[in-house]
């Protein structure tokens, strides 16, 4: 076996300064117990504040020190987000057993020996595995041993020992425990007093001593729990962490928020969660609601909702943080709150399941669609979906009414079809259809058409544009459509050239003399760009 052990020691206090607006972050900062300092930023060591002073003294040294409460929930919040990112590596995820009390409640397990070979090693999946945590902005201790409880207690110490702490087997995990106190264990730190006046504080300490009289002096559960430690005695299986099929995720703000900045300040903090909740099971993000809950007093009047509803959805779904973030920002830009708002909820039950899309050396079909698809949503969430807008080809013949304008749909770039093999079973209906249409847009076209087609003056029966005479290059291509709405146009359409070369599209009526005096002659329809 091969465990690995997540210990965030500073949770709490980062979980309150996260949600902090960013020009707060820097100022002297503390977290308080019941009534003393438990941890604290480097401004406000600056200052003179350590963890273990009173809230008066700290006040004093600094009187401009934000002081933050422990919230349990948000604590929750962020340490299942770290064993969702764990459960990206294993299916085998558990919190650290409650008898110890000074790495349980903010440390996470992982058992990795079946994963290693998946990941290229141990040293890869730990370097991915950093890389992941990186996304929480948390810091994060880590350590290895081949006993969940052995690598739960290097965890704990590996910042106090001068960084990581890994053991290959339980020889070497024997080792490392030498140096390592036995306040970090459930039944050392009920001893402890006892242990430390006799000189004993360590793991090395207490195993040169005989062990039955280490038995009489201290019983049988501090021998117990050293031994499952170290690998002597079997470790009960401990409870698999499940990932939830609906994610949702809560912050409380600290100030009230109004501004699009502000909002996606504390958004950001839910989108990180979120990220590591897809990637846990190889999803994808599809859609996802931000909901922005306004203050209480404003909502009792009742023209004021409880909550104002954002919903992103993607047209392809991502697990791109900064694509989330930029989609977000833009429809935020847009939004209008009707108060204020102090807490932001995430909600999320749209995903993709399956393997996420490899990255590429260069650039292919779909990399060039991806990056379509984005620029489209970046498009419709800053200008509306209704302004972005696609030409789609008509079943008419006529250029006027061969296409119209509608908003693009979220599936609009499709990957391309796979070419059916004439006389292929199951060929599909719409097969016909699809060449007919590619040969159509195939055809010699230009994209820009006059909005009304301009009357040409002729010289010999030859048209001319502004007074030069045109070479008609190709030509005719006859188009005779619209006896079912209009009176049927019945027109050849040449392409010509003018004397510096640009070429523009031309038609005259097939029969002139079957059509009214205004609409004989030449005109000009379009020009090739």
Same mark, same amino acid.
């Given at each position: 076996m091969l465990w690995i052990a997540l210990h965030l020691p500073r949770l709490s206090f980062e979980s309150w300064l996260a949600v902090l607006p960013p020009d707060q972050r820097e100022q002297p900062a503390a977290l308080m117990g019941a009534r003393e300092v438990l941890l604290c930023n480097a401004a406000a060591q600056q200052l003179g504040v350590q963890p273990g002073l009173q809230r008066v003294t700290a006040l004093t040294l600094a009187p401009q020190l934000l002081l933050g409460r422990i919230d349990p929930a948000r604590d929750w919040q962020a340490l299942t987000s770290v064993a969702h990112v764990a459960l990206a590596f294993t299916p085998v995820v558990c919190w650290a057993d409650v008898s110890e009390p000074a790495a349980a409640p903010h440390t996470v397990l992982l058992?990795?020996?079946?994963?290693?070979?998946?990941?290229?090693g141990f040293d890869a999946l730990l370097q991915r595995l950093r890389a992941a945590l990186l996304l929480l902005n948390c810091t994060v201790q880590l350590a290895s041993a081949p006993t969940a409880k052995g690598a739960a207690v290097l965890a704990c110490w590996a910042d106090s020992a001068g960084g990581e702490r890994h053991a290959a087997d339980l020889s070497q995990l024997e080792g490392l425990l030498d140096a390592t106190p036995l306040w970090l264990i459930g039944a050392g730190r009920a001893q402890w007093d006892m242990l430390d006046s006799m000189g004993l504080g360590t793991f090395g300490a207490l195993r040169r001593l005989p062990r039955q009289a280490l038995l009489r002096r201290f019983g049988p559960a501090l021998l117990d729990e050293i031994d499952t430690v170290r690998g002597a005695r079997c470790e009960?299986?401990?409870?698999?962490?499940?990932?939830?099929e609906i994610f949702e995720?809560?912050?409380? #703000?600290?100030?009230? $928020? /109004?501004?699009?900045? =502000?909002?996606?300040?504390?958004?950001?903090?839910?989108? !990180?969660?979120?990220? %590591?909740?897809?990637r846990a099971q190889q999803a994808r993000v599809r859609r996802y609601t931000l909901f922005m809950h306004h203050e209480r007093h404003r909502r009792q009047s009742g023209e004021i909702p409880a909550a104002t509803e954002l919903s992103i959805a993607l047209a392809e779904a991502s697990c791109d943080a900064a694509h989330l973030s930029l989609l977000l920002r833009e429809r935020l830009a847009h939004l209008s709150l009707p108060a204020p708002t102090l807490e932001l909820r995430l909600h999320c039950d749209d995903v993709v399941r399956g393997s996420p899309l490899s990255a590429e050396l260069f650039t292919s079909?779909?990399?060039?669609?991806?990056?379509?698809?984005?620029?489209?949503?970046?498009?419709?969430?800053?200008?509306?979906?209704?302004?972005?807008q696609r #030409?789609?080809?008509? $079943? /008419?013949?006529?250029? =006027?009414?061969?296409?119209?304008?509608?908003a693009?749909? !979220?599936?609009?770039? %499709?990957?391309?079809?796979?070419?059916?093999?004439?006389?292929?079973?199951?060929?599909?209906?719409t097969l016909e259809g699809e060449r007919c249409t590619?040969?159509?847009?195939?055809?010699?076209?230009?994209?820009?058409?006059?909005?009304?087609?301009?009357?040409l003056s002729e010289r010999q029966s030859r048209p001319l544009l502004d007074g030069q005479p045109l070479q008609l290059l190709c030509g005719p291509e006859r188009i005779e459509a619209g006896w079912w709405d209009a009176p049927l146009a019945g027109r050849d359409y040449f392409i010509a050239q003018t004397p510096d070369?640009?070429?523009?599209?031309?038609?005259?009526?097939?029969?002139?003399?079957?059509?009214?005096?205004?609409?004989?002659?030449?005109?000009?329809?379009?020009?090739f760009g």
């Open positions: 058992q990795v020996q079946a994963s290693l070979r998946c990941f290229g009960p299986s401990p409870a698999w962490i499940t990932l939830p995720a809560r912050i409380e #703000l600290q100030t009230c $928020a /109004d501004t699009t900045d =502000q909002l996606l300040h504390g958004a950001q903090l839910l989108i !990180a969660p979120l990220l %590591a909740w897809a079909a779909r990399g060039e669609r991806e990056g379509l698809i984005r620029l489209i949503e970046r498009l419709q969430a800053r200008l509306g979906a209704q302004q972005v #030409l789609r080809p008509m $079943a /008419d013949h006529r250029p =006027q009414c061969d296409g119209a304008l509608d693009v749909p !979220a599936d609009a770039v %499709a990957p391309a079809a796979p070419i059916a093999r004439r006389g292929a079973p199951g060929r599909p209906a590619a040969q159509a847009v195939s055809a010699s076209r230009p994209v820009w058409l006059l909005g009304e087609p301009q009357r070369g640009a070429l523009v599209w031309l038609y005259r009526a097939r029969l002139p003399l079957s059509v009214a005096e205004d609409a004989q002659g030449w005109f000009l329809h379009g020009r």
